[in-house]
């Protein structure tokens, strides 16, 4: 069955004129669909009643609901288990930065890539996301915090981060479905420059993304400045090494004009070495990037740990010293469960 959901604008048209509605019905339904997010046919008061019963009957409409919401007390992030029409378990966490509200989403039930300090990838992947069920992620956590304002002020979700499970270029048809939708101006228009997609290295796709010149922030999971190490932390370097994945990169920049993002998860005695360093700058030194120092978050089935802060400080500083604009990731939400993937999967050990 189609899900309703999933579909762009042009592809709505053509299905309800294909179920003998006048087109500017489609307006209407992706308008309750996608600017009001709702969750049910009930809610959209301006369509026909038999047209409803049609929808329902003909279409499905991918509706999360949280299966676990757990608030952190010291900033406010809030992570979010969703249960799928399936029954698999998709993890979504929503920030509050000083800029905004961020939604971070998954786009796969596990994911095949095989990290080997990623708890997302321990079962490997089960499927891939609808479009639907990308936006669905966000639509559900908007509608909680509409459900929770105070006063008249909209609350509004305007930055995306497609760094929950799953690879999002592994995805990628339903991936430019999610973005045409996420940012359409009959939506929720979202800037594109406010989307951020996090890849582990897959390089054809790269290259088409960097060609679509679409303007999202590209992060490369980057981990290792050597081939050797990369291949040993992260399976798929086997398949794209290291210097067609910086390429790939450059390319993408070169195309784009949006600097990379490079994302360097620390992990003590791993990758923390001065020789990690030099490696670093030899990949980065001169370039428009910025490289994120993520202390690795540990997971019970490895026993990498993070580096203390005062070693994470000092890579940062040599990194910096030699020009590299580097930061460390705040940890948010740090007293709710940590890292990617663990959620679903201590609920999934759980049940
Ligand atoms: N498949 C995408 C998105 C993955 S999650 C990718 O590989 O980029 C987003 C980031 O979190 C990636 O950089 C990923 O490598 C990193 N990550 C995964 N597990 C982690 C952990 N336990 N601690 C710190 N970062 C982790």
Same mark, same amino acid.
């Given at each position: 069955?189609?899900?309703?959901?999933?579909?762009?604008?042009?592809?709505?048209?053509?299905?309800?004129?294909?179920?003998?509605?006048?087109?500017?019905?489609?307006?209407?339904?992706?308008?309750?669909?996608?600017?009001?997010?709702?969750?049910?046919?009930?809610?959209?008061?301006?369509?026909?009643?038999?047209?409803?019963?049609? !929808?329902?009957?003909?279409?499905?409409?991918?509706?999360?609901?949280?299966?676990?919401?757990?608030?952190?007390?010291?900033?406010?992030?809030?992570?979010?288990?969703?249960?799928?029409?399936?029954?698999?378990?998709?993890?979504?966490?929503?920030?509050?930065?000083?800029?905004?509200?961020?939604?971070?989403?998954?786009?796969?039930?596990?994911?095949?890539?095989?990290?080997?300090?990623?708890?997302?990838?321990?079962?490997?992947?089960?499927?891939?996301?609808?479009?639907?069920?990308?936006?669905?992620?966000?639509?559900?956590?908007?509608?909680?915090?509409?459900?929770?304002?105070?006063?008249?002020?909209?609350?509004?979700?305007?930055?995306?981060?497609?760094?929950?499970?799953?690879?999002?270029?592994?995805?990628?048809?339903?991936?430019?479905?999610?973005?045409?939708?996420?940012?359409?101006?009959?939506?929720?228009?979202?800037?594109?420059?406010?989307?951020?997609?996090?890849?582990?290295?897959?390089?054809?796709?790269?290259?088409?993304?960097?060609?679509?010149?679409?303007?999202?922030?590209?992060?490369?999971?980057?981990?290792?400045?050597?081939?050797?190490?990369?291949?040993?932390?992260? &399976?798929?370097?086997?398949?794209?090494?290291?210097?067609?994945?910086?390429?790939?990169?450059?390319?993408?920049?070169?195309?784009?004009?949006?600097?990379?993002?490079?994302?360097?998860?620390?992990?003590?005695?791993?990758?923390?070495?001065?020789?990690?360093?030099?490696?670093? !700058?030899?990949?980065?030194?001169?370039?428009?990037?910025?490289?994120?120092?993520?202390?690795?978050?540990?997971?019970?089935?490895?026993?990498?740990? &993070? &580096?203390?802060?005062?070693?994470?400080?000092?890579?940062?500083?040599?990194?910096?010293?030699?020009?590299?604009?580097?930061?460390?990731?705040?940890?948010?939400?740090?007293?709710?469960?940590?890292?990617?993937?663990?959620?679903?999967?201590?609920?999934?050990?759980?049940?």
């Amino acid at each position: 069955m189609i899900d309703i959901r999933s579909l762009t604008y042009e592809e709505l048209i053509e299905q309800v004129i294909g179920m003998g509605e006048k087109p500017y019905r489609a307006r209407q339904l992706y308008e309750w669909l996608h600017v009001h997010t709702k969750a049910s046919y009930d809610e959209m008061t301006n369509l026909s009643r038999s047209f409803k019963e049609k !929808l329902a009957s003909e279409c499905e409409m991918t509706t999360l609901r949280a299966e676990v919401r757990q608030r952190s007390k010291e900033d406010g992030t809030c992570k979010y288990l969703f249960r799928l029409s399936d029954n698999h378990m998709v993890e979504s966490v929503l920030m509050r930065h000083d800029y905004g509200i961020t939604a971070c989403i998954s786009s796969q039930v596990g994911c095949r890539m095989g990290c080997r300090f990623c708890a997302s990838g321990i079962g490997g992947r089960i499927r891939n996301l609808l479009p639907g069920e990308m936006l669905e992620q966000i639509y559900a956590m908007r509608r909680d915090l509409l459900a929770e304002k105070k006063g008249d002020e909209e609350p509004r979700i305007d930055h995306v981060v497609i760094m929950g499970t799953g690879e999002p270029l592994d995805n990628f048809k339903n991936l430019l479905t999610f973005l045409n939708i996420i940012t359409s101006d009959r939506g929720q228009n979202l800037s594109i420059r406010n989307i951020t997609v996090s890849t582990c290295g897959i390089v054809p796709r790269i290259y088409e993304l960097a060609d679509l010149k679409l303007g999202l922030t590209l992060a490369l999971s980057l981990h290792a400045s050597s081939q050797e190490k990369r291949e040993k932390l992260m &399976p798929i370097a086997s398949t794209y090494p290291l210097d067609e994945v910086m390429e790939a990169c450059d390319y993408y920049f070169e195309m784009t004009g949006r600097r990379m993002s490079y994302e360097y998860s620390l992990i003590a005695g791993v990758n923390d070495g001065d020789e990690d360093v030099d490696g670093l !700058l030899g990949l980065l030194a001169g370039k428009n990037a910025h490289l994120n120092l993520i202390p690795i978050n540990p997971i019970s089935e490895r026993d990498y740990e &993070p &580096p203390d802060m005062k070693a994470a400080r000092d890579f940062q500083h040599k990194l910096e010293k030699n020009g590299i604009n580097v930061t460390i990731r705040r940890s948010m939400g740090a007293d709710i469960d940590g890292a990617c993937g663990q959620l679903r999967r201590h609920y999934d050990v759980k049940l």
